[in-house]
């Protein structure tokens, strides 16, 4: 019998997933973990305990509830939220808490004065992507402005997949698909790494080798084996960030394929006939040699709910809570009683990328109820993700069969409203395991066993989210009040952040 096996490592949460040859799910396993937030715009990791720590707990966990022989894992593949920036020192030691994704926002600065240095076009020509709060480049030359004590011990700069595989094969390598987040320091037409644009963010020996997502980075080690419980000389694919993962697990495959991850931030991915440039999106090139994608993605999305929890159901049992607020919510006609939400909690990243723009609750009344608010929560990130959606059709490039994918989905009316708000329908496969799931996949692919379109097969659609048109009205309504509110108080907020 042939097995795999998938980890994924996000916001909140590490996953993994261990499956036989024809995708049965054999054992998973989870590990929570919490996002740090030292000020307003940080965002971090311990790589050590959330990274390495819940990579070593969910394997050994599945190993020995599976109870099969860890020599029959014929590969296994890691994603990890990204992009990320982790500095390490010449024995892959991390220097420190590892930088988040956008909603770190703390190289606006940094930003802004490589924009100038270089220029917008340039960038955006020569590296696919316009600098934003998602790139990396940026976030190294804030430890190098502000950490110099850490920037000048540093001998490797990874992300979140690198570490991991770092520590399973000893072997520094990213995948094509993260480094595209690392502009200025990626060309997308060359697929190498650059250094003409900006030569004192990093040096090309601080930078992992690039591979592609299902080339095989390495072995386990014996070292790793001892740790996991592994066999040594087990093969580890390069990985990729969890996004594309999770993409691939619901067979986002061909050009106009969508997948809309409801996950701790909303994250999109469409495959494309060629590379997208658009300063509101991302690109990067796809998990397979010859492929493309664009991205797009909210800041602030599941992170919201949880948010929401703390401080407005603290009376609730924990494992009540949501589901006793997703009821409240539901009990709410749509429009959520003429309620608009703004979920930029931490700054926003697509379409507007402003590292100022705010959460705002607009149109209170003395009527509403903590259900209202909540499905006001609900609708503004759905109407964030109808932003996004109307980019894609303003470039030409709407998006053709949508795949929803995360814990989201089982919230019926974030879901429900994202199909509506949108006018999408969503397609939801019969396994939801997520990046996980997509990662055993790709290690079955890395070694032979399979063939990308066998994602049909090992997890088919199981049900539809049809966009319901009675709500066209309110929602519609709801929506151009949205697009105004951000527009006519982008000024106020930031102004409110030069007061921080």
């Known amino acids: 019998m ?29 590990c929570p973990h919490k996002m740090l937030v030292p000020q307003p715009g940080w965002a971090e990791h311990r790589p050590r305990e959330d990274w390495w720590g819940d990579f070593v707990f969910v394997t050994k966990k599945m190993l020995s509830e599976s109870g099969i022989d860890p020599k029959t894992i014929r590969a296994l593949g890691c994603s990890a939220l990204g992009p990320c920036m982790l500095p390490v020192d010449a024995a892959g030691e991390p220097l420190s808490n590892a930088i988040l994704y956008g909603v770190d926002t703390r190289a606006a ?21 316009a600098l934003t709060s998602q790139s990396v480049g940026p976030k190294i030359l804030w430890l190098k402005n502000n950490r110099p004590e850490l920037y000048d011990k540093t001998a490797k700069f990874l992300n979140s997949t690198s570490y991991v595989n770092y520590r399973l094969t000893g072997r520094y390598v990213i995948d094509h698909y993260s480094a595209a987040n690392a502009s200025p320091l990626y060309d997308v037409e060359k697929r ?26 390495g072995e386990v080690t014996p070292e790793a084996a001892a740790e996991t419980g592994l066999a040594a000389g087990t093969p580890v694919t390069a990985g990729t960030i969890d996004a594309a993962a999770e993409a691939l697990s619901v067979g986002v495959l061909a050009p106009g394929d969508m997948m809309v991850m409801y996950g701790s931030t909303i994250f ?19 998990l397979f040699e010859g492929e493309h994608a664009s991205m797009a993605g909210l800041a602030t999305s599941g992170t919201l709910t949880h948010w929401f929890r703390d401080q407005f159901a603290r009376e609730l049992p924990p494992e009540e809570a949501f589901a006793t607020l997703a009821e409240e919510a539901a009990a709410t006609p749509p429009g959520a ?25 607009f149109g209170l009344n003395l009527t509403h109820t903590r259900g209202d608010i909540y499905r006001a929560l ?4 759905a109407c964030g993700t109808a932003h996004i959606v109307d980019t894609y059709r303003e470039i030409g490039r709407p998006p053709e069969t949508i795949y929803a994918v995360g814990g989201g989905t089982k919230n019926a009316v974030w879901a429900q409203a994202t199909s509506d708000i949108s006018g999408l329908d969503q397609l939801l496969r019969a396994r939801t395991l997520g990046a996980s799931y997509g990662n055993a ?13 066998d994602i049909a097969g090992w997890n088919p659609v199981e049900r539809t989210i049809a966009a319901r048109r009675e709500h ?8 151009r009040v949205f697009r105004r509110l951000y527009e006519e108080t982008r000024g106020l907020m930031a102004e409110l952040s030069g007061a921080l």
């Open 472 to 479: 066209a009205g309110v929602y519609g309504r709801q929506y």
């Open 2 to 30: 042939k097995h795999y096996l998938g980890v994924d490592i996000g916001t909140f949460e590490t996953k993994g997933v261990l499956v036989d040859e024809a995708g049965g799910i054999l054992a998973s396993a989870a």
């Open 268 to 286: 999109t991915i469409m495959v494309t006939d060629g590379p997208v440039r658009d300063r509101r999106l991302w690109y990067a090139p796809w």
């Open 441 to 453: 996949f790709l290690a079955a692919v890395a070694v032979g066993d399979a063939q990308k379109e």
């Open 109 to 129: 600065r940094e930003i802004e004065a490589l924009n100038e240095r270089i220029g917008l076009d340039t960038i955006l020509e020569r590296c696919g992507n």
């Open 192 to 217: 190498d790494w650059i250094f003409d644009l900006a030569d004192d963010i990093a040096r090309p020996d601080q930078l992992p080798d690039l591979l592609w997502t299902t080339d095989i980075a």
């Open 378 to 381: 609900l609708e503004g990130i």
């Open 337 to 361: 009683g003429g309620l608009v939400f703004l979920p930029y909690f931490s700054g926003e990243r697509t379409p507007i990328h402003d590292p100022d723009a705010k959460g705002v609750l």
